[in-house]
């Protein structure tokens, strides 16, 4: 076999070219340490800690805490006070990595903003057609919003309780992913692979509103026995056929 061919196979076999969830995460590492390093380099301009290997342990335990907190009591009923005796570091400690309630949302958002666009943005790297792009972008998203599921539970359930700059980067992340959508609709449709005499805008909203259902009601879809891949092909086909794309 050729080194070409064996390039070629090799590339096929990884992500996005193989959209398997494996092959994705074999690319991109959102569990574990290497999180709470890509929190680390998100959020360490506000901290006054500087040292990374000093700051994941406890990053690992402000963000875990917070999550559970917020989805005992509320994250707006939350105080700093009560994250201080769930993660047991002091008010001080605290502080050295939080500076207040809307540091920690911003964070959040920061980070989920930061991994959609380092991973969607990827994308544009690889030689994909439009109707290969468009199936790594459904796949990526439902593999994230699956990984980093309080993540994006949070950024959604809480945003209406945060304040307006914060609530406009929220609508500003979701007007992106749609943005998104649409350029690889029109490209698609200038190419000739796909046809719709619709509205595009409309047909991206829709499609963010399907793939955020797999975070919101993940208990329908564990009753409906169905898998993630099994959810992001039904979403890429009915796209597909909305397109009047032959696969």
């Known amino acids: 076999m050729s080194n070409n061919a064996v390039k070629v196979e090799c590339e096929q076999l990884a992500w996005p ?5 494996d092959a994705f995460k074999r690319v991109w590492m959102l569990e574990g ?9 998100v959020h360490h301009e506000r901290m006054q800690i500087k040292n990374a290997k000093t700051a994941l342990k406890n990053l690992q335990k402000i963000f875990t805490c917070t999550f559970r907190l917020a989805n005992s009591q509320g ?12 993660t047991e570091i002091s008010m001080g ?10 540091d920690l949302a911003s964070a959040i958002a920061a980070v989920v903003r930061q991994t959609i666009d380092d991973v969607l943005s990827d994308l544009t790297r690889h030689n994909l057609n439009p109707n290969e792009r468009l199936k790594a972008l459904i ?6 919003n699956d990984i980093l599921h309080q993540w ?5 359930l809480e945003a209406k309780g945060l304040d307006k700059a914060q609530r406009d980067e929220a609508i ?21 692979a796909f046809r719709y005499d619709g509205d595009l805008a409309l047909l991206a909203a829709s499609t963010t509103a399907m793939l955020q259902q797999w975070y919101l009601k993940r208990w329908k879809f564990q009753h409906l026995h169905t898998g993630i891949e099994q959810y992001a ?12 794309c032959k696969r």
């Open 75 to 86: 994250f707006h009923s939350m105080s700093l006070r009560d994250l201080s005796r769930e």
């Open 33 to 41: 340490e290497p999180l709470w390093e890509r929190v680390f380099a």
């Open 17 to 21: 070219h193989n959209t398997d969830m």
């Open 172 to 192: 500003q992340m979701e007007f992106r992913f749609d943005q998104r959508l649409q350029d690889i609709f029109s490209e698609g449709i200038k190419t000739g």
């Open 139 to 144: 796949y990526a998203d439902i593999y994230m």
């Open 93 to 102: 400690g605290l502080y050295a990595y939080i500076g207040s309630k809307n």
């Open 233 to 244: 092909e039904f979403i890429l086909t009915t796209l597909l056929n909305s397109l009047d």
């Open 152 to 156: 994006y539970y949070f950024c959604f």
